[in-house]
T-cell receptor, first 116, second 112 residues
Framework: GAVVSQHPSRVICKSGTSVKIECRSL??????MFWYRQFPKQSLMLMAT?????????EQGVEKDKFLINHASLTLSTLTVTSAHPEDSSFYIC????????????FGPGTRLTVL | QQQVKQSPQSLIVQKGGISIINCAYE??????FPWYQQFPGKGPALLIA?????SEKKEGRFTISFNKSAKQFSLHIMDSQPGDSATYFC???????????FGDGTTLTVKP
């Protein structure tokens, strides 16, 4: 199956700093990528949908100025957590949709963010 | 309103047994129903998926049963193995929007 990578896999930062997480589709082009947040023992919460070359669509309650998303190419989307605080500590997962229309979503391995 | 309801929350099965996880959805516009398997500290991995034009799909030990009129679908894991112990999520999505609505997850433990 298709492979999606995320970098870094784990990051620890100080409160107030910004953190960038990269999501790459390695062997397919992804016009749409999704960013999720997952708390321990909970389901995935969709944060935003990222379309190549256009602005991301954020879900209700997600601060777009806090979570900056850039989808610069068909294989790369980035999520920047700006001015991170301890409550932003979470597991962030991206996924990439293969093909147009109804396409399978492939998930990255996730990034564990810890804000001290 | 939770659009995809998943049950049970947790499940313990003996090795060799059948694991059954159920999901029910609200939105009749959903037309793609995948199941994902997630191990601790890892991202979800697509296990098997079905579209509403078929009632059943089987891949190895994994089978999805789909009941369109009841708006329900289920995952059956035959001959469950300890390595199947993970969290399973059902999901549903519609059309070109592509974004998935996930169930709350089921933690499966297969005892040796």
């Amino acid at each position: 199956g298709a492979v999606v990578s995320q970098h870094p896999s784990r990051v620890i930062c100080k409160s107030g700093t910004s953190v960038k997480i990269e999501c790459r589709s390695l062997d397919f082009q992804a016009t749409t990528m999704f960013w999720y947040r997952q708390f321990p023992k909970q389901s995935l919460m969709l944060m935003a949908t990222s379309n190549e070359g256009s602005k991301a669509t954020y879900e209700q309650g997600v601060e777009k100025d806090k979570f900056l998303i850039n989808h610069a190419s068909l294989t790369l989307s980035t999520l920047t957590v700006t001015s991170a605080h301890p409550e932003d500590s979470s597991f962030y997962i991206c996924s990439a949709r293969e093909g147009a229309g109804i396409g399978t979503q492939y998930f990255g391995p996730g990034t564990r963010l810890t804000v001290l | 309103q939770q659009q995809v309801k998943q049950s049970p929350q947790s499940l313990i099965v003996q090795k060799g047994g059948i694991s059954i996880i159920n999901c029910a959805y609200e939105n009749t516009a959903f037309d793609y129903f995948p199941w994902y398997q997630q191990f601790p500290g890892k991202g979800p991995a697509l296990l098997i998926a079905i579209r509403p034009d078929v009632s059943e799909k089987k891949e190895g030990r994994f089978t999805i049963s789909f009941n369109k009129s009841a708006k329900q679908f289920s995952l059956h894991i035959m001959d469950s193995q300890p390595g199947d112990s993970a969290t399973y999520f059902c999901a549903a999505s519609k059309g070109n929007a592509g974004k998935s609505t996930f169930g709350d997850g089921t933690t499966l433990t297969v005892k040796p």
